[in-house]
């Protein structure tokens, strides 16, 4: 099972307390080095306050979240960090991130952590383009020298926002919004939005993608194609990714390893298989599956008419 | 058609509350009698027939229309390019700019108001609001944190020249630098306490800022000359010659006539070539990392730092870089008009100066010029109209009610065009060539 025997991040005793109520209880996990991860439980388990932990959004009340990059991390080597007052290692192999300690844009941007939300958040007024520009924010902010070589127009500036398009322009290839490139982010159908998100947060060259619940609103055609579509992005880039999924047929689907919560407890953890046959699985989160999927196919079968027009 | 009783009762209310507001400014009036005594007018007849008048509107506006104003549904603005006329906009703008006192020469000749009222008053003065408002722009337009204090920065370059020309020597063009400078570090001054604050609570603070920066320049008298300000502060002079009159001036050295237009003019292309450096700088900007930083920042601050951006950071860019332009306005103020006193730097200029940000649409430049030319311009206009005289009686004074007609236009200019004069946003990057009406790029593509 490559979460334990190369675990890219490691998730350990977090708990997380919003005034009386415990969102997460002593939670711990691990994410596999180029697994696809879900992390799925009944609503209000819990499972948005994680991401938001590992992001930085939230400051975890207590616990550890380690991110190696390059070789597995070893427990002695993530302890020395720990006991420093360090955040991350410098120049080591494997490069280790303690992710409670750093905010949130040093997660994205250092230990190279990105997400997509529950609640899509693109830059609704700028061009799809734009968006995914924005994304390459550390590297053209280098390239321009903090803004003094790119006043001055210097060729070395020119030279990386040319590359920045390219990868733009690549990225939108993937997930078809070519012809879109030159439109407003929030004039795009729904599942299209989905889709740039995404790509937004693969501009900026992440080696852990974490999707909130990508598939949510989507009709039964588009969650397929995000399915191929995510199996695609890691194909292509070798990037690990954790999601969050109420759909189990995509979870069950595309998933190596599946990690249950309830009440901010993990109940199960293991493959897609294993999972599906735990009885207090079956008993927290299946139960419901019916309910859910009835009112899903209501959401789609509302929505579908109106946002076909354009897909891709 | 809308059912009688209801538009009753909204007339009702609209008479209730015309009343409440006109009671103590319509109807209770001071006059001071021969005797330079106050005396107290009572004029409730006149605020009845306010409150009447609203009656008869709103009952006829809400049976006409009982839904009330019903927007159409804006169809998407990415899909009509921009006529291609507008291309030559700017163009015809910057030629327009660059002639300007020409044009004021012809309308002084033609017998219209002097030359030197022209250009100071519809050319100088309009350009100092449009390099304010392209100051702001990037703060309120751009970064989308909303500075009511903008006029302290404007405040902080005006003194700024004002001290180091006078009681330190220095030149108008190294003060000019040094005051942008100055307003740019009290920029990230004022932005350290606003960083961790949201919307209305950044307004709240940058208000309270340009406060205790007027409040200082009213009470710091020894170094600001509390109410009497600082005056006589030099004019600029172009290479070591003065502008002015004498016999060290320019004109003389290059034996021409001194007139007063000469100097004016001088200023006036002064301002412009400030206002064009800082729309340029700003083009620029919006297409560099900082820029987009700072639009992404108002579209979305969250998925901002999702992405590796530093927030902190970026408000601090935003605020230096738009307090920089606000201390050249104010350098050039206080050189231009050879004083500064706190009563330039009220809440009203900043209150001034968002209008013109938010009236010329949030984030465009153009609008920004237009907005100032058509707020500063008409309210500079509306005190010469005297033909308004011949409708409202003799006694009506155009100037008196210009704040008033200023804010009725606003009102209705913000119902019609509620995202500003100019409301669409040119991308900073595209991947296509620019389409034009008629281009292949645009004809309508067939339905898949
Ligand atoms: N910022 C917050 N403040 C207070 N309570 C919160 C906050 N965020 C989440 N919670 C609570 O934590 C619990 C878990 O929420 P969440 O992580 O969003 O669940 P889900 O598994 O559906 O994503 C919920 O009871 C929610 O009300
Ligand atoms: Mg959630």
Known sequence: MRWQSEPLLVVDHLSMRFGGLVAVKDLSFQVGRGDITALIGPNGAGKTTVFNCITGFYKATSGRIALAHGAAATPDA???????????????????????????????????????????????????LENLIVAQHKTLMHASGWSIGGLLGLATYRAAERKALELARAWLEVVGLLDRADHPAGELPYGAQRR????????????????????????NRESAELTKLLRGIRAQTGVSILLIEHDMSVVMDISDHVVVIEYGTKIADGTAESVKNDPRVIAAYLGVEDEDLAAADRVNADRAPAEEGRGS | MGNIGEALKAALIAALVTFGLAFPIVALRTDTNLSNQLVLNQRSGLALALAGAAFAVRFVFALLYPAGFVRRAAKPRSEVPPHPYLRYLPRVGLALLLAFPFIALAV?????????????????????????????????????LLDLGFVAFYAVGAYCTALL????????????????????????????????????YIAIVTLAFAEIVRLVLVNWVPVTGGYAGLSDIPKPTLFGYSLGPGPDSLWTALSIPYAPIYRLAFMYYLVLALALAAYFVTLRLRTLPVGRAWEALREDEI??????????????????????????????????????????FEFLESAMIVAIVVLGGLGSMLGVAIAATAMVGGTELLRELGGLQAV????????????????????????????????????????AARPTRGSPAHRPQPAE
Not at chain 2, 115 to 140: E, H, P, R, S
């Open chain 1, 78 to 128: 993530v302890d020395v960090l720990t006991r420093s007052d360090r955040r991350r290692t410098y120049g080591k192999n494997p490069e280790l991130f303690l992710l409670e300690r750093m905010p949130d844009h040093e997660i994205a941007a250092q230990a190279r952590v990105a997400r997509t939300f529950q609640n899509i958040r693109l830059f609704p007024g700028m061009t799809v």
């Open chain 1, 196 to 219: 740039l998100e995404i790509a937004r947060a693969m501009c900026t060259n992440p080696v852990l993608l974490c999707l909130d619940e990508p598939a949510a609103g989507l009709n």
């Open chain 2, 108 to 144: 002084a000749s033609a017998g219209g108001p002097g030359i030197l009222k022209v250009v100071d008053t519809y050319g100088i003065q309009i350009l100092i609001y449009v390099l304010l408002g392209l100051g702001l722009n990037i703060i309120l337009g751009l970064a989308g």
């Open chain 2, 165 to 200: 020309t006078t009681t330190y020597g220095f030149s108008f063009w190294i003060a000019l630098p040094i005051a942008g400078i100055v307003a740019a570090l009290w920029g990230v001054l004022i932005s350290l306490p606003v960083l961790r604050l949201k919307g209305d």
């Open chain 2, 303 to 344: 998925a901002c730092r999702s992405l590796g951006i530093n927030t902190v950071t970026t408000k601090l860019t935003a605020f230096a870089a738009g307090a920089f332009f606000g201390g050249l306005a104010g350098a050039f103020f206080a050189a231009h008009y050879s004083f500064v006193s706190p009563k330039s």
């Open chain 2, 392 to 431: 409202f009686g003799s006694g009506f004074d155009p100037a008196q009610y210009r704040m008033l007609l200023f804010g009725l236009a606003m009102v209705v200019l913000m119902v019609l065009r509620p995202k500003g004069l100019v409301s669409t946003r040119e991308p900073s990057v595209r991947l």
